[in-house]
Structure formats: structure tokens, C-alpha cells
């Protein structure tokens, strides 16, 4: 049964930080992996998302990178502003045919002015 | 524009009170989930559709049903509530199928509170 984790649970930096948010999965027989953002109170919002074929994904001031045989992918996000503080969630799919997306519980971020 | 809606925004019943909560599409996407997220836990998948065919999870207790009658609206039904079930009931889209790699498309959620 496919686990994800994400360390640290709760992050807080300056505004203008480069930081990482980690995550770890169980099964790396994955056929992808992606990044969200979680505003309190609402919905997910997709940021990037990663193939098993591929090392990693930008966009803008993220970047994601994929380790499938270590089980691992990071979340950068660089030079930090005080909008970029939500809760970020990694989720995995799995080989084996399902649509099923599996999740971390997320690492609340706070940056702070 | 919001593609993935969800109606109501707060919903309160009451123990044992059958509510139902709706989602809708403006994607045209096939596949639709109905994902239950509790306080800082992470968001479980109850179910989903692939076009018309349901998929239940395991794990999915029975008092929780759901109902498609066209592509854009999907729907979730609680037979009789608990104070277990008050969360954050999270609706998505994606363009399908399982071996794609597409994004999934999330509304607001709709926050339950049984009382």
C-alpha cells in the first residue's frame, strides 16, 4: 500500500528565502507525481506535475524534482513572498492502473514580511 | 472562471440527516472523485467516475453514495451522517484515463459540519 509523507509538517521563513518541502513515497512504481497548493479553507490547485520518465518540472519560481528509486521528490520554491504562504500537498499515482491519486498530508508554509 | 463548482460552500446537517453535496464541470472532463479531506490530514478518495462507471474505494464506508446523470454534474449523498463525517468534501476533474498523465482540476470544497 502506497504511503506519502511530507516533512517538515509546518515551515516558517523570512520573505525572500529559497526553501524546500520534502516529500517521500513507499511504492516507486509510479506513474507520476504532483505538487499542489491548498489556500486555507479551499480547494487544491495543481503546480507541477512530474512523470516517472522525468527528473523535474519549473515553473516560474518552482521547481520539483523526482527520485523514483530513492522514493523521493522536493518542492523548491525561490526567493519567497508572503503569498506563497498555504499548505502544499505531493501526491502519487500509482502503475497499477488506477486513477487514484495518493496524498501527503501537506506542509503548511508561512512566510513571513 | 471557476471550471469546477461546488455548491453549497458550507453545508450543516444534522446526525443521521441524509444530505447531499453537488459538484459541476465547465471542463467537459470524463473522470469526476469525490475526495473527503479532515483537518490536517490528508485528502482520501471516496470514489470516482470514469464516464458512467462508478468506482468505489474499499475503505469507503457504505453510508456514502454517489450519483452522475450527465458528464458536467456528479454528486455525493450521506445516508446518515456521524460527527466522524463533518470535513471538507473535495470534488475534482481529470481529462482520464489512468496511463495519462493529466492534471486533476479541484473546486472549493464543500465544508460539512454535523451537528
Known amino acids: 500500500k502506497q504511503e506519502v509523507t511530507q516533512i517538515p509538517a509546518a515551515l516558517s521563513v523570512p520573505e525572500g528565502e529559497n526553501l524546500v518541502l520534502n516529500c517521500s513515497f513507499t511504492?516507486?512504481?509510479?506513474?507520476?507525481l504532483q505538487w499542489f497548493r491548498q489556500d486555507p479553507g479551499k480547494g487544491l490547485t495543481s503546480l507541477l506535475l512530474?512523470?516517472?520518465?522525468?527528473r523535474e518540472q519549473t515553473s516560474g519560481r518552482l521547481n520539483a524534482s523526482l527520485d523514483k528509486s530513492s522514493g523521493r521528490s522536493t518542492l523548491y520554491i525561490a526567493a519567497s513572498q508572503p503569498g506563497d504562504s498555504a499548505t502544499y500537498l505531493c501526491?502519487?499515482?500509482?502503475?497499477?492502473?488506477?486513477?487514484?491519486?495518493?496524498f501527503g498530508k501537506g506542509t503548511k508554509l508561512t512566510v513571513n514580511p | 472562471d471557476a471550471m469546477v463548482i461546488q455548491n453549497p460552500r458550507y453545508q450543516v446537517t444534522q446526525f443521521g440527516k441524509p444530505v447531499t453535496l453537488s459538484c459541476s464541470q465547465t471542463?467537459?472532463?470524463?473522470?469526476m472523485y469525490w475526495y473527503q479531506q479532515k483537518s490536517s490530514q490528508a485528502p482520501k478518495l471516496l470514489f470516482h467516475?470514469?464516464?458512467?462507471?462508478?468506482?468505489n474505494e474499499a475503505d469507503t464506508p457504505d453510508n456514502f453514495q454517489s450519483r452522475r446523470p450527465n458528464t458536467s454534474f456528479c454528486f455525493l449523498d450521506i445516508r446518515s451522517p456521524g460527527l466522524g463525517d463533518a470535513a471538507m468534501y473535495l470534488c475534482?476533474?481529470?481529462?482520464?484515463?489512468?496511463?495519462?498523465?493529466?492534471?486533476?482540476?479541484f473546486g472549493s470544497g464543500t465544508q460539512l459540519s454535523v451537528l
Open positions: 475534482a476533474t481529470s481529462r482520464a484515463g489512468h496511463t495519462t498523465n493529466e492534471k486533476l482540476f
Open positions: 511504492d516507486s512504481a509510479i506513474y507520476n
Open positions: 512530474i512523470q516517472s520518465s522525468q
Open positions: 501526491a502519487v499515482k500509482g502503475q497499477g492502473g488506477s486513477e487514484k491519486l495518493v
Open positions: 471542463l467537459n472532463h470524463n473522470v
Open positions: 467516475y470514469y464516464d458512467k462507471d462508478f468506482n
